[in-house]
């Protein structure tokens, strides 16, 4: 079962993907991260910093009506990455935001292989919780903050087949530290 379901979200991630790659740079919710230095990305619906290094990509609203629509609620930040598909090689982050009225579902450990809880992180104004977990024979870390009334989920893709990164990475925590609604 907790393959099935892994296989499923990996597809449903691909598609998400593919049907973000029609949608142009820096789409109308956010601007467009540099490698060289820090930049403030915004979705509409909550803002974060993008280090060197790393890039933002707008998430398709698969949802939507309309054609090319991005969900506010969600980004994409990747370490090294040029493309949207440098997601399936490079680790990237994943923040999900429910904001006032919204209400986070927080995984569980059972749902994964392998999964071990991680020391609270505290980055900013949030203390984020969570754990590890093997997906796909990738670890993912899971973290949200639920305090107040703006609450975020992080899925952290850690490994990838060009190269890892730790929860300890300073551009990671930097990006964690940055998040705002």
């Given at each position: ?22 949608s142009k740079d820096g789409a ?46 969600c980004l994409q930040i990747c ?103």
């Open positions: 079962m907790k393959k099935l379901l892994s296989i499923v979200l990996a597809m449903l991630m691909a598609v998400c993907v593919f049907s973000a790659c029609g109308e919710g956010g601007e467009k991260a540099s490698a060289a230095k820090d930049e403030t990305y915004s979705t509409g619906a909550f803002s974060v910093t993008v280090p060197g290094g790393w890039k933002a990509f707008p998430v398709a609203d698969v949802f939507a009506e309309e054609e090319n629509a991005i969900k506010d609620t370490k090294g990455g040029q493309n949207e598909f440098d997601l399936f090689s490079k680790p990237y982050i994943q923040i999900d935001y429910y904001g006032p009225g919204s209400s986070l579902m927080t995984p569980s450990k059972d749902w994964y292989d392998e999964a071990e809880d991680i020391a609270p992180i505290t980055a900013g104004n949030y203390t984020w919780t969570g754990f590890t977990a093997e997906v796909l024979d990738n670890t993912v870390a899971f973290l949200w903050t639920a305090e107040g009334e703006h609450q975020y989920q992080a899925s952290v893709y850690l490994d990838a087949a060009d190269e890892s990164i730790t929860i300890d990475d300073e551009g990671f925590l930097k990006i964690l530290g940055s998040v705002n609604p």
